[in-house]
């Protein structure tokens, strides 16, 4: 049997017969992914640290380093360290900045250990577009507060992620209580 016969045994590749793999569709992304585009925008982790603290979502100031609330949280509490310096990859950074990441992050999971009562974390970043990261001009680590059963059916089902609280309370607690511990 040719290899045409058995596509059309399977049904691989004819319209309207499943590949095997799912797919979840997000398109209200698109509207996020799109605004990064456009190379007359500003650096918005360039920009964060020169406004007033009522103006933004920073939580603390380093020397080298800043504490941001992420715009588009995956739970309440999400925080985002960022260099001050625009530079795209950790390969990038000084020594300085490397250490004052790794301050900020600890400090991040004791603030939010004891602000939000946070029971684990999820640390990592996204370097380069391919990498996943939604701003791939900007390196910026995420610091992700996380629950015993936190994860729900709302993101899957329904496209909606269920935040107890709003950005600019989260922000004022947070920075608040920061370097308390």
């Given at each position: 049997?040719?290899?045409?016969?058995?596509?059309?045994?399977t049904?691989?590749?004819?319209p309207?017969?499943?590949?095997?793999?799912?797919?979840?569709?997000?398109?209200?992304?698109?509207?996020?992914?799109?605004s990064?585009?456009?190379?007359?925008?500003?650096?918005?982790?360039?920009?964060?640290?020169?406004?007033?603290?009522?103006?933004?979502?920073?939580?603390?100031?380093?020397?080298?380093?800043?504490?941001?609330?992420?715009?588009?949280?995956?739970?309440?509490?999400?925080?985002?360290?960022?260099?001050?310096r625009?530079?795209?990859?950790?390969?990038?950074v000084?020594?300085?900045?490397?250490?004052?990441?790794?301050?900020?992050?600890?400090?991040?999971?004791?603030?939010?250990?004891?602000?939000?009562?946070?029971?684990?974390?999820?640390?990592?970043?996204?370097?380069?577009?391919?990498?996943?990261?939604?701003?791939?001009?900007?390196?910026?680590?995420?610091?992700?507060?996380?629950?015993?059963?936190?994860?729900?059916?709302?993101?899957?089902?329904?496209?909606?992620?269920?935040?107890?609280?709003?950005?600019?309370?989260t922000?004022?607690?947070?920075?608040?209580?920061?370097?308390?511990?």
């Open positions: 049997m040719g290899e045409k016969e058995i596509e059309i045994l049904g691989e590749g004819l309207g017969v499943s590949d095997g793999f799912e797919r979840l569709w997000t398109p209200h992304r698109m509207a996020y992914v799109s990064h585009k456009d190379p007359t925008r500003e650096c918005p982790f360039c920009v964060a640290p020169g406004l007033d603290e009522d103006d933004t979502l920073v939580v603390t100031r380093g020397t080298t380093c800043y504490v941001v609330l992420n715009l588009y949280p995956y739970n309440s509490g999400h925080l985002l360290v960022c260099p001050y625009h530079v795209a990859y950790y390969t990038e000084t020594s300085e900045e490397r250490t004052e990441m790794a301050q900020l992050t600890q400090e991040a999971m004791v603030t939010l250990a004891e602000v939000c009562q946070a029971q684990g974390f999820n640390i990592g970043m996204n370097q380069g577009i391919a990498g996943g990261a939604g701003i791939a001009e900007h390196l910026h680590q995420h610091v992700v507060p996380r629950w015993s059963g936190d994860a729900n059916f709302f993101p899957l089902i329904a496209q909606t992620k269920a935040l107890s609280q709003l950005l600019p309370e922000r004022t607690q947070l920075a608040s209580r920061w370097g308390e511990q």
